[in-house]
């Protein structure tokens, strides 16, 4: 079985950082690409930034210069750096991955980190 756990979440006053993090278990061979989405309240679910395994990224527009996603392919693990938070980063967060496991290459989901950015 094939998890996804994310963790970092929490409540951080504007222009603060945070750093999630998703860790990959389970039969595991290779990801194509994971990444963070998230969605807020009364809105649909939004990709924020995805990394693939030749280190491509790509980001929202709307988080560009202020987060950085990075892997460690040694412990099957996906940050992301947050910085000069805004309320408007205000969402659950949601670990994603596009991976090649014991079952064949599929799509797999974290459970979601709640981000809430107030003063």
């Known amino acids: 079985q094939v998890q996804l756990v994310e963790s970092g979440g929490g409540l951080v006053q504007p222009g603060g950082s945070l750093r999630l993090s998703c860790a990959a278990s389970?039969?595991?061979?290779?990801?194509?690409?994971m990444g963070w989405y998230r969605q807020a309240p009364g809105k649909q679910r939004e990709l924020v930034a995805t990394i693939t395994s030749g280190d491509y990224t790509n980001y929202a527009d709307s988080v560009k210069g202020r987060f950085t996603i990075s892997r460690d392919n040694a412990v099957n693990t996906v940050y992301l750096q947050m910085n000069s938070l805004k309320p408007e980063d205000t969402a659950v967060y949601y670990c994603y991955g596009d991976l090649d496991t014991g079952w064949g290459r599929s799509d797999y989901w974290g459970q979601g980190t709640q981000v809430t950015v107030s003063s």
């Open positions: 389970g039969s595991i061979f290779s990801f194509n690409a």
